[in-house]
Each structure stands twice: as C-alpha cells, then as structure tokens.
C-alpha cells in the first residue's frame, strides 16, 4: 500500500512538471506568434501597415488580435508619404532591371530564365501592391470622431467605455483609438489617455478612479493620416458609485464563509467537548484506505446492490460521462436499500439533501451514530440506517462525492421511495472487466423493462424512463449563467406541506429571469431612481409614462438606457411567462438590496401581489418557457452550490454536526442519572444550542428569498421594499 502511495506521489509530482512545461511551451509559442506579427520586413514594414492600406478589415482584426503593433518608425503622414514613394521607385527599378536580365539571357538555359521570370513576377506583384497602398494613402483622409462612445459605472472606481467608429463612407481603416479622462468637461487637464488597439467593437475599462467624482470622457479614431476630432461621451460625465451608498438597503455583504470557518475553530475548542469529535476514534487501516483511494480503484466493487424493490426505502446514485452511464455488472444503476420507513425519509429528506453538500462527513456522522445505535431515539436510527446506506455506495464506487441530490424523491403506488443522487463524471478510467461499466444511455432505455407483474411502474422504473430529461436538468443546474444584471421573478406555489418556487428548467439555479444588460453592477444614480418609484401602501399606483422633461433629465444623467433596457426585460419576461402586461402596475422590485452571485452576475426582483403568494396553481396556461416548481429550500441548496459552493459546503458541514451534536446532547440530559452528569450535559447543550443560534444567524443572513418572502408577506411594497417595474399601463376598466 505505502510503495502504491510512493507511485501516485511520483506521478502526481511528474504531472505538475509536464504541466508547467506545458505552460511554457504555450507562453514560448504565444511570443514567437507576437514576434512573428510584428517582423519588419527589408522594406521597414510591419504586417499591420499592409492591412491598414489595402482596407483589409478581416486581416486588420485578426493581425490586432494576435498582438499586432503599429510601425514604430512611421509615425507622421509626411514619413508615410516619403516612405510609400521610395517603395514604388524601387520596385519599378527592381522590375526594370529583371526585365533587361530577361533580355540579356534570352539564349540561357530554361532554369536561368525561369529564376528571372519568377522575381520579374514578384517584383511586379510588389510594385502594384506598393502603388495601391499609395493610392489608398492619398486618398485617405482624417477620420472622423467616433459615432458613438457611451460610458458604464461598473464599480465604485471604474468605468466601462464602448467605442462605435465613425459613421459615413470614411476612406481609411481605423487602427486605433485613443481614450481620455479627466475630472473637467474642458479637458485642461488629462487625468489619464490609453490607446485601444483592439478595432472590432472596441471597449476599455478605466480603473483606479475616485469613488464620487464625476469624469469626463472622449474617444479619437486614428489612421495613417493622423488622429480625427475627438467624441465626448454619453452621458457627458459618470461618476463611480455603488446601489449600497443609497439610503435604506440591506447593510454591507458579510463575510459567510469566513464566520462559519470561525464557528468551525470555535466547536474544537476544548471546552466545546462535541460528540462528533469526542466519540471519534482513529480510523481504521481499511478506512482511512478508502478515504485515499484514487480513482484508479473506482471500479472495485464488492457490493451487493439491489435488483427489484420491495416495498422499501431505496437510495440511487447515476454517474454520467456524455451520454455514458455507469451501471452494475447487471446493467443497472447502483441501488442499496435504506432500512427505513416512507414516512421518515421524506420528513428528513433536507437533512439528507444538506448532507449532500458535505458528503466527507458521512464516515465521522457514522461512526459516532455507531455509538448511539442503541437509542430508542427513532430519528437517530434512521439517520445512522441513512448513513450506513450512503457509506455502502461510497465504499463500493470509490469516491467519496456521489453527487447531487435530485430535488425530490420519487414515489411510486408500491409505497416506494427512491432517492436519487446524479454526478457528471469527467474523463472516466476504462478496465476490461469490472463488475462495473459504462453503457450508452440509449442502449440502457432499450435494455431495460418494467418490472413484471406490477400493473403500475416503480419507482426505479419511472427513474429509468426519465432519466434523460433528470440528466438534461442536472446539467443545466450544474451550469453558470452569463454574465450581466438580470431582472427576475418570484413566482410562489404554496400549500399546507410547503413553498414551492417557479424555476426554469433551463437554468434551475435561478428563478425564472431575462437579462438586462451585460454590466452587472448598479450605480446609486440607477438605484436611486428604483427607490423614487416605490408603491406606497396608501395609493398602490404606478407610475405614469415619462414625460419629455423626464426623458431629457434622464438622458443627462445616462439613465435612459439603463430604464429602457430594464423595461424591454420586463416586458419580455412577463410575456414569455404568460403574464397580462396590464399586471405589471401589480409588481414591485425588490430594493432592500442587489441580489449579487458572484463578481459578474446580479439581479433584480421583482416581487409578486401579495395575493399571489398563497397561489396554489403553476405554470399557467401558455407560458412560452417551460418551468418546473422546486421546494424552497432545496431551490436554496441548488442555487448555493452554484453561485456560492465553499460557503454552502462549509455551512452544512457545520450544520450536519452540530444537528446530530444537538440530539445527542438532549439524549444524554434525558439520561442524567446524578447532579454531576445533568451539569455536564446541560453545559454541553448550551454549547451547542450557542452555536447552533451563530450558525442559524449567519445561514439567515445569507438566504436572501426569505427576505423577499417577508417582504411580500408584510405587504412592505414601500419603505424601499419594492419598485414599480412596469410601463404606466393600467387594468382594463370594469364595467
């Protein structure tokens, strides 16, 4: 075992060496590519000086791509013009002398005049090239200012400036432009100038700014005749800032992950004493085998899984590669029975569903159950026959990681439950013959019948004739949206049991969405202009449609196109989830705060009537994207393992623990049998009730739905609760 771990360390050390000459290699070759596209030929021209005189475009971008530099000794108009006339004098001689030396060896072997011929044809090529771009150069003039440079807040020191070239039949292609700022709308002095190379659908992004102050922005085309009058921006000026300088939004983004690693060190004090650690032995040879085992022994199977279900509790873990599914030497999927009733399993399903989160707990969880085995305590049995389930998949497939829970249990009429974990499985080792393998899916659902004499399918049954469109919502879930702020909807199912949320199937880790713009950030202007269109509880009423002194204060203050495009997003939501347009007045935009995953990806709320919230009906009739309801929590578990995945794996590690902690510190107060052990234990409790109320404040705080579900709950569409999205239409009258 020691010498099979000597030769993973070898390899793992030899990977890291062919990774970073690898790396070099491709840092080696990106240098001799910008070497190569910058070479000055023995005419002193460099490839981008042909592009820009031949009006090549498609060469100029691909050329400026590929690092591309301008001419360094050819700068001025006046060298361009001595420069392209000495080319032309010197390829006509060139062609005038091979033409004589044709002449002269005209009585000369074929392989003389065919050397002649070929450099009278080359030379001949150059001169018309050289009079072309001469040509060009003559006929080129100034370019014109930019058509359109607009400017973008996208932090509380940056701006984000678009360059469109300058519009009309300008001769001349553009190969660069020159980007100024300053703090005067006179320019008397220049805070900072850039020159942006890149010539298709140029951007430059200003940093290190001020937060507050206002900035001034133009943008000057160049060619090969010198640069063009300068484009202000629109709007004239921007300031960086951010929606959290507003008055009335949420209080500063904490640091979740941060206080939950601290709660962690704080439960293995000494003084803390928990069970999970405290009845935690060293693990065995066999065990701590398996939790280093490397995915060389994937495949070492020796478990018994489950052929047909009987009535029971059933745990299901689907590995895909592509459209490859790992199966049992039967050709079946991993089934092991969990010894538990119906009824208990679907109570602790979010338990199991956040034990998914934190799947390298479950050795630990399971041995200190082991000790508890013996409680009458019914919920710790199951969660020890849970475990002891999980850890036989675990073992028997190698990896610790069986995935990700499937948001619901399927139930047959049998009074069958299945759980489902699915994990996409990259680059899987291939072996002869394992009692494991990969099969394509298609041959699987071909494979595979019903289970026979049982009028109605089980559940392993409606897994198998599902299981493409489980593994096209598995995918999806696992996959990040773009970048950019978008306008969401908070569309509830209540019932007695639970909330449900109207997700997308598309993208299950959001709510239903539409995007407003690529910038994911909100400037105060932006937010504050939300906040002065607030429903207030005492009219309800909407805003009217701009007026034209509206629009041009707007317009000057660069908040026209941020209005414009979130209302095209709003419309285009609520039309494609089949939603009157006449409803929008009834919507608000939730303004406690920017609901933010991640550096680049934001979004806006809007927030339903509150007597939608009780809505027991979903989707309706002729929504044009096909969506799916998922329980609330478990909406927060997939959307947390996608935007904020060490947050929530260190959140329900803490959790797992410290739940188990709490049942068994109770169990252990109820068997106080003296003064001594009932001091002991209810110390021990307050402990764990301590940092159970730390852990509960920080998952509060991070779980920003229940604060939207207050908001509509309250009814608080005022007071910077909700915004008023919609376009002044109101309902159509009554009669």
């Not at 074929?110 to 771009?133: E, G, H, I, K, N």
């Not at 003039?141 to 930019?146: A, K, M, Q, R, S």
């Not at 000026?237 to 983004?253: D, L, M, N, T, Y």
């Not at 809505?615 to 994207?625: A, D, I, Q």
């Amino acid at each position: 075992m020691l010498q099979e771990e000597e030769e993973e360390e070898e390899e793992g050390e030899g990977g890291g060496g062919l990774w970073e000459r690898g790396e070099k290699k491709e840092k080696d070759w990106e240098r001799e590519r910008e070497r190569g596209v910058n070479r000055v030929s023995e005419q002193g021209l460099v490839p981008l000086d042909v592009a820009a005189l031949t009006h090549n475009s498609p060469l100029l971008h691909v050329l400026t791509k590929a690092g591309a530099r301008h001419n360094p000794t050819l700068c001025r108009p006046a060298d361009w013009g001595f420069k392209l006339d000495a080319l032309v004098a010197l390829a006509g001689k060139r062609v005038e002398e091979k033409q004589n030396e044709l002449s002269r060896k005209a009585g000369a072997g074929p392989q003389a005049q065919a050397d002649v011929q070929r450099q009278v044809r080359l030379w001949s090529l150059r001169l018309q090239l050289y009079c072309r771009m001469r040509q060009n150069f003559h006929n080129t003039d100034l370019p014109g200012p930019p058509s359109h440079v607009s400017i973008l807040v996208t932090s509380t020191s940056s701006l984000f400036v678009t360059i469109k070239e300058p519009e009309g039949n300008t001769v001349g292609l553009i190969t660069r432009c020159r980007v100024e700022w300053s703090s005067a709308v006179s320019f008397k002095r220049i805070l900072g100038s850039t020159q942006v190379t890149e010539t298709k659908n140029p951007t430059f992004s200003i940093k290190g700014l001020t937060a507050g102050v206002h900035y001034f922005v133009r943008v000057s085309a160049y060619n090969v005749k010198g640069w063009g009058p300068p484009q202000h921006s629109t709007p004239l000026s921007a300031a960086p800032s951010s929606w959290r300088e507003c008055i009335g939004v949420k209080s500063q983004f904490r640091n979740h992950e941060g206080l939950v690693r601290k709660l962690l060190e704080d439960a293995r004090e000494p003084h803390y004493r928990e069970f999970c650690l405290e009845n935690s032995k060293p693990l065995s040879p066999s065990k701590r085998l398996f939790v280093s085992r490397g995915i060389k022994q994937l495949f070492q199977s020796a478990t018994k899984f489950v052929r047909l279900l009987q009535r029971g509790v059933y745990l299901a873990t689907v590995f895909y590669h592509k459209e490859n599914i790992l199966v049992t030497a039967e050709d079946q999927i991993p089934l092991v029975e969990i010894k538990c009733c119906s009824t208990a399993i679907i109570h602790d399903f979010l338990w199991f569903a956040k034990l998914s989160c934190a799947w390298q707990q479950v050795p630990w969880l399971q041995q200190v159950l082991a000790f508890a085995h013996s409680s009458p305590c019914s919920l710790l049995q199951n969660r020890h026959n849970i475990l002891r389930a999980v850890f036989q998949l675990q073992s028997s497939l190698g990896t610790m990681d069986l995935g990700q829970v499937y948001y619901e249990p399927l139930k047959d009429r049998q009074g069958n439950v299945l759980l489902v974990t699915m994990k996409e499985f990259p680059n899987p080792p291939s072996l002869r013959d394992p009692p494991l393998h990969w099969i394509p899916l298609a041959r699987l659902e071909k494979n595979r019948s019903r289970t026979p004499l049982l009028p109605e399918p089980t559940a392993m049954d409606m897994l198998y004739e599902q299981l493409k469109e489980k593994l096209s919502l598995h995918r999806h879930s696992i996959q990040w949206a773009k970048p950019g702020l978008y306008v969401g909807i908070l569309k509830l199912c209540s019932s007695v049991e639970q909330i449900r949320v109207l997700v997308p199937q598309r993208l299950p880790n959001l709510l239903c969405h539409t995007r407003v713009r690529h910038n994911a950030h909100v400037s105060r202007e932006e937010w504050e202009w939300l906040q002065s269109h607030v429903y207030t509880s005492t009219n309800g009423s909407a805003p009217d449609i701009l007026s034209e002194e509206e629009e041009s204060a707007m317009e000057s203050s660069g908040l026209a196109e941020f209005v414009m495009s979130l209302r095209a997003a709003i419309t285009h939501l609520l039309t494609k989830l089949n939603i009157p347009l006449y409803r929008a007045y009834q919507y608000g935009v939730y303004t406690r705060e920017l609901l933010q995953f991640g550096d680049k990806l934001s979004m806006l709320l809007l927030l339903p009537p509150s007597e939608d919230f009780s809505s027991n009906y979903w989707p309706l009739v002729g929504t044009k994207e096909p969506g799916l309801t998922m329980p609330l929590q478990i909406f927060e578990l997939v959307h947390f393992w996608m935007y904020e995945r060490d947050f929530l794996s260190q959140y329900c590690q803490a959790w797992v623990r410290l739940e188990l902690d709490s049942h068994l510190a109770q169990q252990a107060l109820r068997e106080a049998l003296d003064t001594k052990e009932l001091l002991e234990a209810r110390e021990r409790l307050n402990h764990i009730t301590e940092l159970s109320q730390r852990l509960d404040a920080v998952w509060r705080d991070a779980r920003w739905i229940m604060d939207c579900l207050q908001c509509v709950r309250s009814k608080a569409v005022g007071g910077g609760g909700a915004s008023g999205p919609g376009d002044g239409r109101r309902p159509p009258p009554t009669s």
